[in-house]
């Protein structure tokens, strides 16, 4: 039991450390805009993302999180690195740059799968 909240913590810091750490250079960051439109992206998308990230790590940093609101931050952490990766590759910018998307989508996936391990009845059918 304590290696695998070891595990999860470790995921989920990780996770969420990006995740802020993203969300603070889109918010301050003035380069970020131009990195949006390399990327087709409208500045108003940035200031949106920067809002969800925000949120979806707060909800899986906090404890009383409720299991639905949880797996919503998932599923969107989901989404925002698998459209991040397509986004990058459909602009011409390295293979590489996929690795830190790659890697940080199997945080999320050993994040979740370790926090239902830790709360099997939270498990949303």
């Not at 909800?59 to 925002?80: D, M, N, Q, S, V």
């Amino acid at each position: 039991m304590k290696k695998d909240k070891i595990i999860y913590w470790t995921a989920t810091l990780i996770l969420t450390g990006v995740m802020l750490w993203s969300a603070f250079n889109f918010a301050f960051n003035p380069e970020m805009k131009h990195a949006f439109a390399h990327l087709g992206l409208p500045n108003w998308f940035r200031i949106e993302l920067t809002t969800a990230k925000l949120l979806g790590s707060l909800a899986l940093l906090l404890p009383f999180t409720p299991p639905k609101l949880r797996e919503f931050a998932y599923f969107g952490f989901g989404i925002t690195l698998i459209s991040a990766a397509i986004a990058h590759l459909s602009s011409g910018d390295s293979v590489l740059l996929e690795i830190g998307h790659t890697s940080f989508f199997v945080s999320l996936v050993v994040s979740y799968v370790y926090y239902h391990k830790l709360h099997p009845a939270t498990a949303v059918a």
